[in-house]
């Protein structure tokens, strides 16, 4: 069984940064696809950033140039380093982990607001 956990939210004003951690539990991580995804405040979940075990990461045209993905397999653990940010940023962000039947964490609440 994977269980994944999510650190590091909060709230920031617009412009700073935020990391965010995931930590998995379990046998399963290094050799998958390891991601974050979003979900705003009456939204649809969307994508946010990818990474595959090689560390081709694939991101959101809205995180492009401003968030950076990043994975450490010795520790279980993938990051999401969010600079810039914006107050549509403000969201639960869940780490997931796979493709096809992808785990999922509970999410941290990022709040952007002055």
């Known amino acids: 069984q994977v269980q994944l956990v999510e650190s590091g939210g909060g709230l920031v004003r617009p412009g700073g940064s935020l990391r965010l951690s995931c930590a998995a539990s379990g046998s399963l991580f290094s050799g998958y696809v390891v991601g974050w995804y979003r979900q705003a405040p009456g939204k649809q979940r969307e994508f946010v950033a990818t990474?595959?075990?090689?560390?081709?990461?694939t991101y959101a045209d809205s995180a492009k140039g401003r968030f950076t993905i990043s994975r450490d397999n010795a520790k279980k653990a993938v990051y999401l380093q969010m600079n810039s940010l914006k107050p549509e940023d403000t969201a639960v962000y869940y780490c997931?982990?796979?493709?096809?039947?992808?785990?999922w964490g509970q999410g941290t609440q990022v709040t952007v607001s002055s």
């Open positions: 990474i595959t075990n090689g560390g081709l990461a």
């Open positions: 997931t982990l796979g493709t096809v039947f992808p785990y």
